[in-house]
T-cell receptor, first 120, second 109 residues
Framework: EVQLLESGGDLVSPGGSLRLSCTAS????????MSWVRQTPGKGLEWVAV????????NHAASVQGRFFISRDNSKNTLYLQMSSLTVEDTAVYFC?????????????WGQGTLATVSS | SYELTQPPSLSVSPGQTASITCSGD??????VYWYKQRPGQSPVLVIY??????SGIPERFSGSNSGNTATLTISGTQTFDEADEADYYC?????????FGSGTRVTVL
C-alpha cells in the first residue's frame, strides 16, 4: 500500500523559513518522480514543485521560484520542500504527491497534507 | 498562462447522472486528469489520460475530452451515492506547469 506522510507544517512569521518533509513507503521511491501541491484554506489546488526520480532534475512554479526548493533523499525515502521568504499567501495545506511523468504527468497518490501558516 | 475553467457547483438528484465540465484552449491536444476530494481528505485520482480509471475506481466514473472541453461523468445507473458528494478538480500539463481547474463542488439534492 502506497503511503505518504508529510510533516513539518507550523506557524511561522512573514519572511521566515520552513522545511517540510514527506516520508514514503509501499512503492519504489527511487523510481518515482515526486511533487508538492498546496491548497489554500477553502480554495483550490496549486502545483508547487516536482523532482525527478534519480537525476534530481527539478521544476518549480513561478509563484515560488527562487524562494522554495524541492529535494529528495532516496536513501531515506524522503521528499523535502525548503521554503523561505514566506508570505501570508503561502499559507496552505501542503501535500506531497507521487507523480507519474516528469512532464505531461499527473498525481496518482497523495499524502494527508501538512498545514503551513504564515502570520504575524 | 494556461487556464482550466470549471463550474463552481453542481447539484444532482439521486439516480441522476452528474457531468462535470473542464474547459481550456485546445484541451484535446493534451491529456486531462480528474481528482475527487471529500471534505477534510486528500485528493484521489479518479480518471487519467482523459478516460482511464485507476484500479479501485468504480465503472460509473468515466471521462472524455473533445475540442476545448473535457467531461467527468458519474453515471446514474445506480443511485448517486452521497459518498460522491465532493469537490472535483481537473488537471492538465502546459509549458512545464501542472495546471488545475478551480474545482466543482458536487452535492446531492
Amino acid at each position: 500500500e502506497v503511503q505518504l506522510l508529510e510533516s513539518g507544517g507550523d506557524l511561522v512569521s512573514p519572511g521566515g523559513s520552513l522545511r517540510l518533509s514527506c516520508t514514503a513507503s509501499g512503492f519504489a521511491f527511487n523510481k518515482s518522480a515526486m511533487s508538492w501541491v498546496r491548497q489554500t484554506p477553502g480554495k483550490g489546488l496549486e502545483w508547487v514543485a516536482v523532482i525527478s526520480a534519480s537525476t534530481g532534475s527539478t521544476n518549480h512554479a513561478a509563484s515560488v521560484q527562487g524562494r522554495f526548493f524541492i529535494s529528495r533523499d532516496n536513501s531515506k525515502n524522503t521528499l523535502y520542500l525548503q521554503m523561505s521568504s514566506l508570505t501570508v499567501e503561502d499559507t496552505a495545506v501542503y501535500f506531497c504527491a507521487k507523480t507519474r511523468g516528469l512532464e505531461r504527468g499527473f498525481f496518482d497518490y497523495w499524502g494527508q497534507g501538512t498545514l503551513a501558516t504564515v502570520s504575524s | 498562462s494556461y487556464e482550466l475553467t470549471q463550474p463552481p457547483s453542481l447539484s444532482v438528484s439521486p439516480g441522476q447522472t452528474a457531468s462535470i465540465t473542464c474547459s481550456g484552449d485546445n484541451l484535446d491536444n493534451r491529456f486531462v486528469y480528474w481528482y475527487k476530494q471529500r471534505p477534510g481528505q486528500s485528493p484521489v485520482l479518479v480518471i487519467y489520460d482523459d478516460k482511464k480509471r485507476p484500479s479501485g475506481i468504480p465503472e460509473r466514473f468515466s471521462g472524455s475530452n473533445s475540442g476545448n472541453t473535457a467531461t467527468l461523468t458519474i453515471s446514474g445507473t445506480q443511485t448517486f451515492d452521497e459518498a460522491d458528494e465532493a469537490d472535483y478538480y481537473c488537471q492538465a500539463w502546459d509549458s512545464n506547469t501542472y495546471v488545475f481547474g478551480s474545482g466543482t463542488r458536487v452535492t446531492v439534492l
